[in-house]
């Protein structure tokens, strides 16, 4: 006896609620309801979805059972085709992060560098503050990027220029909180140079900053090692000349000169030439003069 396409045998309406049992008959198979009365069915046959308005079989209740299995079988390939796609998309996302990441961190720096160029020069700190404040965004952003790409090393670099920002326009305690960030960044990258950097900015803010110079001398002399390491005479040279600039500070005269004489024997090795000057500056400050017993060496022989 055959269904009708439209789900209905002789006019009546098959009771989807009814209970139901299957049974496989060669290249067909056979639906009995309640009555036993049969309605084969050939195998995959397309019959009319379900609707509201009348109960009839879905495809899927008469699909052969085995069907699925086979179905997602033939589908293998293509699946492995969009799981390698997505691999492939993720590793170009990761690529172009990275690009992007350091994109940012070079426009950063640049400002940052034309920021202390300029007050060097001049001994201008306002002129061009604005210039160095727009350096923040993507200086931010780009320690955000490293961070999620587990570039430890690329985000201590970040950390370390937007200190000096803070350095710079006398933020001590926001510049020690980026300084502190940078350092522990380096130490989980093992980067003996950012190390290094971040040690020797931490001691300079607690000195420009009248902070703690204990911890200004114990962090000065784990950075000068650390500096040696790296293999970078730059580093080597602000190590040696912040060491210098905290026995001044402590009054340790003789200290002070013995670092300055460390410093400057590296002024031929130096890629920054100005940092001489600085070590030469320093280097008078270090001298005993004339000076008042009740004044400190600080302001009165500075």
């Not at 590296?266 to 008042?292: F, I, N, T, V």
């Amino acid at each position: 006896m055959n269904v009708h396409p439209d789900g209905l045998r002789h006019g009546r309406q098959i009771n989807p609620l009814a209970p139901t049992r299957m049974k496989r008959t060669g290249a067909e198979e056979s639906l009995f309801d309640l009555d036993g009365r049969s309605l084969p069915v050939r195998r995959f046959a397309r019959m009319a979805r379900p609707s509201p308005a009348c109960g009839v079989v879905s495809e899927g209740e008469m699909t052969y059972l085995g069907a699925l299995p086979k179905r997602l079988h033939r589908q293998k390939p293509p699946i492995v085709l969009l799981t390698a796609a997505l691999l492939f998309a993720f590793a170009a996302l990761r690529v172009a992060g990275a690009a992007d990441a350091e994109e940012l961190q070079k426009q950063g720096i640049q400002k940052v560098n034309q920021y202390r160029d300029y007050m060097r020069r001049t001994g201008d700190v306002n002129a061009k503050l604005s210039e160095l404040l727009s350096a923040q965004a993507p200086l931010r952003l780009s320690a955000d990027a490293f961070l999620a790409e587990q570039n430890p090393a690329g985000a201590a670099l970040s950390f370390l220029k937007l200190g000096d920002i803070e350095r710079w326009q006398n933020h001590w305690d926001a510049a020690r909180s980026l300084y502190s960030r940078a350092l522990q960044l380096a130490k989980q990258a093992r980067n003996a140079l950012y190390e290094a950097q971040a040690l020797t900015q931490l001691t300079r803010t607690e000195l420009l900053g009248k902070g703690d110079l204990g911890a200004a001398a114990e962090d000065i002399r784990q950075a000068i090692p650390l500096a040696t390491a790296a293999n970078s005479q730059d580093c080597l040279f602000d190590a040696l000349d912040e060491a210098a600039n905290l026995e001044i500070k402590r009054g340790n005269l003789n200290a002070a000169a013995d670092y300055l004489d460390r410093a400057l024997a590296l002024k031929d090795q130096l890629q920054d030439k100005s940092l001489a000057m600085y070590g030469y500056a320093d280097r008078g400050h270090s001298q005993p003069r004339e000076c008042s017993r009740t004044s400190s060496v600080e302001d009165s022989c500075a």
